[in-house]
């Protein structure tokens, strides 16, 4: 029987090197895992019965705090079924908790350590509040792409440094040695192995007229002289040289992991 991959996605930190990795499957099952780019180290946070819409999603800038859209389909639950969350990195029990209701909108970005701005459009309600944060009323996105996934996913890759080249949704993030590395954010029908959104990625030469391009990877970044990028269900590491990348290292197999219920320390 073929082995059915985990799907990942991670959340870096903006300001230091920290990083969430959310692990989906089977297909209404996420994990939460911290993750220290520093020592490449992995730390289970909290199992969801549920959906995390990672694209609407995102970690505080000194990693301490996730903001996340997630949906449970119980209707009749105080939440309406879905919500948006803001927990303590890597965990997911909320310390600000809105619900909603349905899946239109939700999410949101950290604009700071401490404030965030709400995907809001209509019907979140407020059900529990943290000091420790506040909503940032003043922030508006500097592009518009809608009310879902890529108007939170977009506006967050190009904060990042990732450069927008429209009309196509690709972008470009340039690295060491004249280098590029170049996302293709792909809308439309679900497939074998992702939803109605993924990515591609490629590995753009000094020249560029020469391609490397990398494995089916759904989620690639950059971290120093290193791409991180999943493939499989697995977190690979590689360094990248003046005449291209070298040899993948495993950082880790996500696949085997299974349901586990974790007690937030909080």
Known sequence: MRRVPARLHV??????????????????????IGWDLRTDEFTLGQWLNGRIYERRSDLSPDGRRLIYFAMNGRWQDPTGGSWTAISRAPYLKADVLLGKGDCWHGGGLFTGPRTYWLNDGYGHRPMRASGEVRRDEDYRPAGSYGGECPHVYYNRLQRDGWTFREPETVFDKPLRHGWTLRKYAHAGPPGVGHGCYWDEHRL????????????????????????????????????????????ARLLHDFTPMRFKAVAAPY
Do not use: F, H, M
């Open 11 to 32: 959340l870096l930190a903006p300001k230091v090197r920290l990083g969430v990795v959310l692990r989906r499957g089977p297909s209404r099952q996420v994990a939460s």
């Open 204 to 247: 753009i030469a000094p020249d560029g007229t020469g391609t490397a391009l990398l494995p089916a990877c759904s989620w690639a970044e950059v971290d120093g002289d290193d791409i991180v990028y999943a493939a499989e269900g697995a977190l690979y590491r590689v360094r990248l040289r003046a005449g291209g990348p070298q040899e």
